[in-house]
């Protein structure tokens, strides 16, 4: 699948993250040191959107029950063993470049659980 604009990079300052819809998707954009990372906007545990909760320096962590990811990987901190579905992020002119197609698929579990 092709990279889509979803944003730009004026829009989101490093240390800062946003939530986007895209072809009725949510993504979640993490800037950390100048680099964009594009993940699902929702929790592996019950779905709830990240981008609700808070990110202090790399750790993102979920407002509902409190699990936290590292927003340079997507690797879980607590628990270690979740892991955020990751898309495919570009920067042409300024513009953020999303790939729809998740690098890592979420499957009908409700927690996703990487080999990380």
Same mark, same amino acid.
């Given at each position: ?6 944003? %730009?990079?004026?829009? $989101?300052?490093?240390?800062?993250? #946003? ?5 009725? /998707?949510?993504?979640? +954009? ?20 990240? %981008?609700?909760?808070? $990110?202090?320096?790399?750790?993102? #962590? ?5 699990? /936290?990811?590292?927003? +340079? ?44």
């Amino acid at each position: 699948m092709a990279f889509q604009k979803v944003a %730009s990079l004026d829009d $989101l300052w490093s240390g800062e993250m #946003t939530a986007v819809s895209v072809e009725g /998707q949510y993504i979640l +954009l993490v800037n950390i040191d100048d680099m964009v990372h594009a993940y699902a906007d929702a929790c592996p545990h019950m779905r709830t959107r990240l %981008s609700q909760g808070s $990110l202090q320096g790399r750790i993102l #962590t979920c407002a509902t029950h409190q699990w /936290q990811f590292d927003a +340079l990987t997507g690797s879980g901190i607590n628990p270690v063993t979740a892991c955020l579905e990751e898309f495919s992020v570009r920067i042409e002119n300024g513009d953020i470049l999303v790939e729809l197609v998740a690098a890592c698929s979420s499957d009908d579990k409700p927690v996703k659980w990487c080999e990380r």
